[in-house]
C-alpha cells in the first residue's frame, strides 16, 4: 500500500489562506483539513475530500496529492 501526503498546508500559504479558510472554501470539515496537514504520511483518505480540496484551489488533484512510497 503507497503512502501520500497532501500539499495543504502549501497550497493555502500560498493563496495566502488559513487552513479554516481553506476549510470554508472547500466544503471539508475544518477538524479533516487540519487532521491531514498534521500528517506525514497517510495510507488512507476520503476522496471526496481530496476532491473538494483540489477544486477549492483550483488545481488537479495531482497537484494536491504527493505521493511518498508506492
Not at 1 to 29: D, H
Not at 42 to 59: E, H, N, P, S
Request: hydrophobic fraction near 45%; charge should be negative.
Amino acid at each position: 500500500m503507497g503512502l501520500v501526503r497532501l500539499r495543504i498546508r502549501e497550497l493555502a500559504t500560498e493563496k495566502g489562506w488559513t487552513l479554516k479558510e481553506v476549510a470554508e472554501r472547500s466544503g471539508v470539515n475544518y477538524s479533516t483539513v487540519a487532521s491531514y496537514t498534521r500528517r506525514q504520511a497517510m495510507a488512507m483518505t476520503d476522496f471526496t475530500a481530496i476532491q473538494k480540496l483540489a477544486r477549492a484551489f483550483d488545481i488537479p488533484i495531482e497537484d494536491l496529492v504527493e505521493v511518498l512510497e508506492e
